[in-house]
């Protein structure tokens, strides 16, 4: 299972914990996916609701790793602010640092993102960073002390899929002991496989779960995607080839 | 005084960050805050004095992606 910062995970999937039906679908569709890991938010309690109170006995009853976000965030000092408070909350350093440079792309800001990583960095903090899957970018994240990149495969909530494949193997080979965790923009789980199989270690997703018919079941299967493209990962893939080449031998053949 | 609290103008007569979360009913809740978008530490909430003016945000955990 992957291994984040030292701490090895119950599962390649890491699932987020917005736009459920119901706090009970969402409990249910955790539990079918076996996710080890829960993405979740800080935000402003509304006139003494306390649904801050019952979300957080919601996450702490399924019994995984919570790994805060910075959500909405447009810039370094609102990005840090929000990663302060997320600690202090959730009592972890992780965080899942979200710069956004584009409100209708919600594409990262790379500058801001390498920025808001350094210093986070250097406050102990263990950064997640939602990026692009450049190449350059991915660079300079590990030179501000990341040790683990999170490309995405579309914008969030879109489930476009592994847009730039191309870019996304490059990344993965560039650095291949650097974990990577394709975070948003999948829909089906067959893109979680195809993710999986291009030996990425882990996927972050939410909208594709939270809004399907049957979230629990949807969970499930993406559970079950991952699995086959971590096996088919480690199984060795055959390299592709133009020409066919008989799987049947040729020898033997009966002359007719 | 006057003070804004997660982006609503409000009166106040509580002297500290501390003594605000009291009022507001987030006494014993999970909450981090934050005033003037400087994060406060929960330890050091009793120890900030406010000012008319200050803008305070109050957060909870909540669901996210």
Redesign the interface.
């Known amino acids: 299972m992957p291994v984040f910062y030292g701490t090895e995970v119950a599962s390649p999937l890491m699932l987020?914990?917005?736009?459920?039906p119901s706090p009970a679908v969402l409990a249910e569709a955790f539990r079918r996916s076996g996710a080890g890991v829960a993405?979740?938010?800080?935000?402003?309690?509304?006139g003494?609701e306390?649904?801050?109170?019952d979300?957080?006995r919601l996450?702490a009853g399924l019994g995984v790793r919570v790994l805060?976000?910075t959500?909405g965030c447009h810039s370094v000092?609102?990005a840090i602010?929000t990663a302060?408070?997320?600690r202090?909350?959730?009592e972890t350093d992780w965080i899942k640092l979200e710069v956004i440079g584009n409100t209708d792309t919600l594409q990262p800001d790379p500058f801001g993102l390498v920025e808001a990583a350094r210093l986070l960095v250097a406050e102990g903090f263990k950064v997640f960073p939602y990026m692009t899957e450049d190449l350059v970018l991915a660079d300079r994240l590990l030179q501000a002390g990341c040790e683990v990149l999170m490309p995405w495969g579309a914008p969030?909530g879109t489930g476009l899929g592994l847009l730039n494949p191309y870019g996304l193997r490059s990344l993965r080979a560039h650095f291949p002991d650097v974990p990577m965790v394709i975070d948003a923009g999948l829909g089906l789980p067959s893109q979680a496989a195809a993710a999986m199989e291009m030996g990425f270690d882990a996927v972050l997703?939410?909208?594709a779960v939270?809004k399907a018919g049957e979230p629990a079941a949807m969970a499930e299967g993406f559970a079950k995607a991952l699995e086959a493209g971590r096996l088919a990962r480690g199984a060795g893939p055959m390299p592709p080839r133009d020409m066919a080449a008989p799987s049947t031998p040729v020898m033997g053949k009966a002359f007719l | 005084m006057k003070i804004t609290v997660?982006?609503e103008t409000r009166e106040t007569a509580s002297k500290t960050l501390g003594a605000l979360l009291l009022e507001?009913?987030?006494g014993d809740?999970?909450?981090?805050?934050?005033v003037n978008?400087?994060?406060v530490?929960?330890a050091a909430r009793d120890g900030l004095h406010l000012a008319a003016g200050d803008r305070v945000?109050?957060?909870?955990?909540?669901?996210?992606?």
């Open positions: 987020g914990t917005a736009q459920y993405t979740v938010s800080v935000r402003r309690e509304a003494g306390r649904a801050g109170q979300f957080w996450i805060p976000n959500a000092r609102e602010t302060r408070m997320a202090e909350l959730f969030i997703l939410n909208t939270a | 997660n982006g507001l009913g987030h809740a999970r909450v981090a805050t934050a978008e400087a994060f530490p929960a945000e109050i957060v909870t955990p909540r669901q996210g992606g």
